[in-house]
């Protein structure tokens, strides 16, 4: 199985930027899409970005395009999501996401998460 271990997440000013990694374990990191999603208090978890484990191609978002990048090192078995411009909208818990099927990510329903992160945008 594959083990996810989310860190990069904290308090930041509203307009400043955060890079959140996701490390990975066990499987063949490179051979699995990724992809992370958040979830507001009161909400439902929403993804946020996704990228293929075969191809370059992501998807981001309407929220959050043109701002944030997700983006891999296989070598160091992590997958990253860069945030910029952040807005007290943004604030909720970011999961890790992977699965060898990138649909599965879009649905939800992957195999693995990662525990989360906080991530928290005053104004």
């Known amino acids: 199985q594959v083990q996810l271990v989310e860190s990069g997440g904290g308090l930041v000013q509203a307009g400043g930027s955060l890079r959140l990694s996701c490390a990975a374990s066990?499987?063949?990191?490179?051979?699995?899409?990724m992809g992370w999603s958040r979830q507001a208090p009161g909400q439902a978890r929403e993804l946020v970005a996704a990228?293929?484990?075969?191809?370059?191609?992501?998807y981001y978002e309407d929220s959050v395009k043109g701002r944030s990048t997700i983006s891999r090192d296989n070598a160091k078995n992590t997958v990253y999501l860069q945030m910029n411009s952040l807005k007290a909208e943004d604030t909720a818990v970011y999961y890790c996401?992977?699965?060898?099927?990138?649909?599965?990510?879009?649905?939800?329903?992957?195999?693995?998460w990662g525990q989360g992160t906080q991530v928290t945008v005053s104004s």
């Open positions: 996401a992977a699965d060898p099927s990138i649909g599965s990510i879009l649905r939800g329903d992957n195999d693995y």
């Open positions: 990228m293929y484990w075969n191809y370059e191609s992501a």
């Open positions: 066990g499987r063949t990191f490179s051979n699995y899409s």
